[in-house]
């Protein structure tokens, strides 16, 4: 009746993964830190502060001018999620907790990553739909392009954004 999520399930399950599976993760992984660092020194911010797991969301907050306070909504919300999964018995129950808690984080992460897009100039319709389809790629390409130019925060000292 109940499914629950064990560790002896999620073990099962991570040494099931072909090779091949974790050695893209891995890429992925490699190329999301080469991204954000190449980004962060682009915008003459802490390029090592994407390996640092709390100050990289601050660093990328300040990109485009938000407060590093801002940060907890969007840390807060997927670890939520994580933990209503795996401790609410109901597997769905804990889902749709987890889900509800995400809608949020959601369209704070897309106003967020739509901020980047303007502070890199980028300020049309299919700008916005690229990045937040393919964020991590997106940002990896504005990092890497030598024809991308960052030209500052969109909000200045002392403004307070919205957060929605």
Not at 23 to 46: E, H, N, R, T
Not at 96 to 120: N, R, T
Not at 126 to 140: A, E, K, P, R, T
């Amino acid at each position: 009746m109940y499914q629950y999520l064990s560790m002896e399930k999620i073990n099962t399950f991570i040494a099931g993964l072909p090779t091949w599976v974790i050695v893209l993760l891995c890429i992925i992984v490699f190329m999301g830190i080469v991204g954000q660092w190449a980004l962060y020194s682009k915008c003459d911010l802490p390029g090592f502060a994407a390996l640092v797991p709390v100050w990289n969301v601050s660093v990328f907050l300040r990109i485009v001018g938000r407060p590093s306070n801002q940060g907890w909504l969007v840390m807060v919300p997927p670890l939520v999620m994580l933990l209503s999964i795996l401790f609410i018995p109901n597997l769905i129950v804990g889902a749709v907790i987890g889900g509800i808690f995400m809608l949020p984080w959601a369209w704070f992460m897309i106003k967020v990553y739509v901020e980047v897009c303007q502070s890199f100039g980028k300020r049309n319709m299919s700008s916005y739909i690229l990045i937040v389809i393919f964020n991590g790629l997106y940002l990896f390409n504005l990092a890497l392009s030598q024809d991308e130019k960052y030209e500052g925060p969109i909000y200045k000292e002392g403004d307070q954004p919205k957060l929605f």
